[in-house]
């Protein structure tokens, strides 16, 4: 969903056009949608911490989307 803004962000730009191709040969290493994201925080929940807080991988957050 694009946004109109009044700035103007070339670098925003520069990586969205290079990022693209990127991700879409290696989806699970440069980016994950929302969607995604938000079901593996969903499901994380219900599994019992070992620790305080963790730090996901992208290869992981699709996983535990998955589960």
């Known amino acids: 969903m694009q946004s109109k803004r009044d700035e103007i962000r070339p ?4 990586f969205k056009v290079v990022m693209k191709p990127l991700i879409w ?3 699970k290493t440069y980016g ?11 499901n994380k929940t219900l599994i019992p911490a070992t620790e305080k ?3 996901l991988e ?5 996983s535990a989307a998955a589960n």
Request: aromatic fraction near 8%; charged fraction near 10%.
């Open 11 to 14: 670098t925003e730009t520069f």
């Open 58 to 62: 992208n290869k992981t957050m699709h």
């Open 53 to 55: 807080f963790e730090i």
């Open 32 to 42: 994950i949608p929302a969607s995604t994201m938000a079901q593996a925080i969903l």
């Open 25 to 27: 040969v290696a989806p």
